[in-house]
């Protein structure tokens, strides 16, 4: 059965400041994703990872997925108080397209 | 891009009565639509796997018989909850994927809130 585990579960950190999230997964998969949920609202895709060693940036977020070491991370760049919100990310195991999803990691920015 | 919607987005009902919800793809045929269930402060769970004119295959520990899930067109799937309690109070997100913009990517509903007293 594959297990999706995060860290950390909530991350308080000041604006400006560099942070990074990790997303550990117990069997094989090529595909990982990262997703954002604003309290009360639904998800909103930032990242598909699709192969090992692939890096993907969007503003002060970036990506990576090592498969060997069944390692995603999601690092933060000179935080802003608009990137509270609760990440998470997601596997899909094998060949499926089903998404088993890690806890989640609840981040506020402070001022 | 890719647009799903639901509906209701949120519904409150009695203790016994089944709740309807519905997830459809708005700008794309959807081959297959999945249902996941969150409760506050905790992760997605996923519900069920639901393939266009095929029976919902169910995660483990989901009744069958209780989330009845229908997928009748490429732009619609439906999630029944019948005879709902208060401890299926939750988050129902349905996401979908297909069409021309590939299988990798889930596009996300934006959930249904419901509330059983």
């Known amino acids: 059965e594959l297990k999706v585990e995060q860290n950390p579960l909530f991350l308080s950190m000041q604006e400006g400041k560099n942070y990074t999230i990790y997303c550990n997964y117990s069997t094989t998969s090529d595909r990982l994703y990262w997703y954002r949920q604003d309290p009360g609202k639904s998800l909103e895709s930032l990242f598909v990872l699709l192969s090992n060693g692939a890096v993907k940036q969007e503003g002060r977020l970036m990506a990576s997925l090592d498969t060997k070491a069944r390692l995603s991370t999601l690092h933060i760049t000179a935080a802003v108080h608009d990137l509270s919100a609760t990440y998470f990310c997601?596997?899909?195991?094998?060949?499926?397209?089903?998404?088993?999803f890690g806890s989640g990691t609840r981040l506020l920015v402070r001022p | 891009g890719a647009v799903v919607s639901q509906h209701p987005s949120r519904v409150i009902c009695k203790s016994g009565t089944s709740v309807k919800i519905e997830c459809r793809s708005l700008d794309f045929q959807a081959t297959t639509m999945f249902w996941y269930r969150q409760f506050p402060k905790q992760s997605l769970m996923l519900m069920a796997t639901s393939n266009e004119g095929s029976k919902a295959t169910y995660e483990q520990g989901v009744e069958k018989d209780k989330f009845l899930i229908n997928h009748a067109s490429l732009t619609l799937s439906t999630l029944t909850v019948t005879s709902a309690h208060p401890e299926d109070s939750s988050f129902y997100i349905c996401?979908?994927?297909?069409?021309?913009?590939?299988?990798?990517?889930?596009?996300f509903g934006p959930g249904t809130r419901l509330t059983v007293l």
């Open positions: 997601a596997v899909s195991p094998g060949s499926s397209y089903k998404l088993i």
């Open positions: 996401s979908a994927t297909g069409g021309g913009f590939g299988t990798d990517t889930q596009y």
